[in-house]
């Protein structure tokens, strides 16, 4: 069971807003320690940089999207299994899928809640506490 308190999470958007809304999710499920990026490009030198427990990352941005976020975690021996969630605003089956065979661990659909969110967490890490 991981505590919420102490989970290191990477929120990846390019839109302020939208990292804003999920940090505020965030902060009321209890994570603290939350990092933001505004591109996959950036996101990913992040997650090289320093170890992490989750990345919630939007699909639909500059530089390189959400796929190609994940794909290269999962190209990455030492973060091939780091949790990650990624948030769309369409619930685009293809895109499910192909983020499914990349080995997305879960999907969050905008708008959302923090109860979603932490249903959507949870799914991935077992109960928070």
Known sequence: MPNA?????LIVDDQYSVRQVTRMALEEIGVRHILESEDGKAAFEM????????IISDYNMPVMDGLDLLRAV????????LPF????????????????????????????TA??????IEQVMGKLS
């Open 47 to 54: 997650v090289s940089a320093q170890p992490l427990d989750l």
């Open 5 to 9: 308190a102490a989970l290191k999470v």
């Open 115 to 120: 109860a979603i969110l932490r249903t959507k």
């Open 74 to 81: 999962r190209g990455r021996p030492a973060v091939r299994k």
């Open 85 to 112: 969630i990624l948030l769309t605003g369409r619930g685009d089956r293809e895109l499910v899928v192909k983020a499914a065979q990349a080995g997305v661990n879960n999907y969050l659909i905008k708008p959302f």
